[in-house]
């Protein structure tokens, strides 16, 4: 499982996604479904809140009772992409 992380992790570091905003978890749940071609949204959020707990998302209150997600990336854009550990 650790693989998916990485993989998920360096798609969106590639993908640039902390210039997406904040956004649903919906919208992010397509991105991982996409990268990963699976379907099951049960692995799918685990995925997700995984890396929300390893802090690589940032989590906001939006207006419904609902959160809207921010990708932290790496502070500088130009910054070469780095394995993170498990």
């Given amino acids: 499982m650790n693989e998916v ?5 360096e798609y969106l570091i590639l993908r640039r996604a902390w210039g997406l905003g904040y956004l649903p978890f919906s919208n992010f749940k397509k991105i991982i479904e996409y990268a990963l071609g699976i379907r099951n949204i049960y692995y799918i959020r685990k995925i997700f809140i995984h890396l929300r707990n390893k802090g690589f998302f940032i989590r906001k209150k939006n207006f419904k009772r609902s959160y809207l997600y921010k990708f932290v990336g790496p502070k500088q854009a130009s910054a070469p992409v780095v394995s993170v550990k498990f």
């Fill in 5 to 9: 992380y990485s993989f998920i992790l």
